[in-house]
Nanobody
């Protein structure tokens, strides 16, 4: 089983909202860095948001600012991604990533542990 398990992907119409969840399948590690990435068909995987779970500091690529919010409730292990005003261009497989080291940021190479993804499809 993958170390992280995503859920919440769905098919929605443009302008709608979704909240994705990511839960560790085991609790071997404290993930001090967690992030969301996405990969659309025929495109490279790209960062969506990252969270330093100790400080609560979130980071987003400029292209994702404003419509996406990453969060994790204090004392809880589930990572969320709230996506508002979805566009067809947001259609992709969304992946959760985690790492025990803090401050891993938005680079895929910095994350050791991954989920298998959850599909988001936005229709116009």
């Amino acid at each position: 089983q993958a170390p992280l398990v995503e859920s919440g992907g769905a098919s929605v119409q443009a302008g709608g909202s979704l909240r994705l969840s990511c839960e560790p399948s085991t609790y071997t590690y404290n993930y001090y860095s967690m992030a969301w990435f996405r990969q659309a068909p025929g495109k490279e995987r790209e960062p969506v948001a990252a969270l330093d779970t100790r400080s609560g500091s979130a980071r987003y690529p400029d292209s994702m600012k404003g419509r996406f919010t990453v969060s994790r409730a204090s004392g809880k292990t589930t990572l969320y991604l709230l996506m508002n005003n979805l566009e067809p261009e947001d259609t992709a497989m969304y992946y959760c990533a985690g790492d025990p080291r803090p401050g891993r940021g938005l680079s895929m190479a910095n994350y050791r542990y991954w989920g298998q993804g959850t599909q988001v499809t936005v229709s116009s």
